[in-house]
């Protein structure tokens, strides 16, 4: 998604995981994905019978203000507080 008017094309969408990549801008360059609604948009999506429910997200280190920073406040605003979330950060050089 590029934009939240893309938010159409998932109208219908099934996923077992659900994988953000490049939620937040890289060093200015890109906009970076849309704001939470991206992430209640695809939340709404895992359906999959037998598949836990799952979120992937992997980025580049976006500013201290940027949404995905708070997400679990995101997913609490979005009625997704049952969703719990493991931050697995890679040191700076490796």
């Known amino acids: 998604m590029d934009s939240r008017d893309d938010a159409d094309k998932l109208q219908g ?16 360059l890109a906009a970076g994905m849309p704001p939470p609604e ?13 598949i836990p429910r799952r979120i992937l997200v992997t980025m580049n280190p976006p500013d201290e203000e940027h949404w995905i920073m708070k997400v679990e406040q995101t997913l609490g605003d979005l009625g997704m507080d049952e969703i719990s979330v493991h931050r697995f950060v890679i040191p700076q050089g490796e």
């Open 38 to 50: 991206t992430l209640g948009i695809g939340g709404t999506s895992l359906r999959q019978t037998g």
């Open 13 to 28: 969408f099934q996923c077992g995981i659900l994988w953000l990549e490049e939620v937040a801008p890289a060093a200015e």
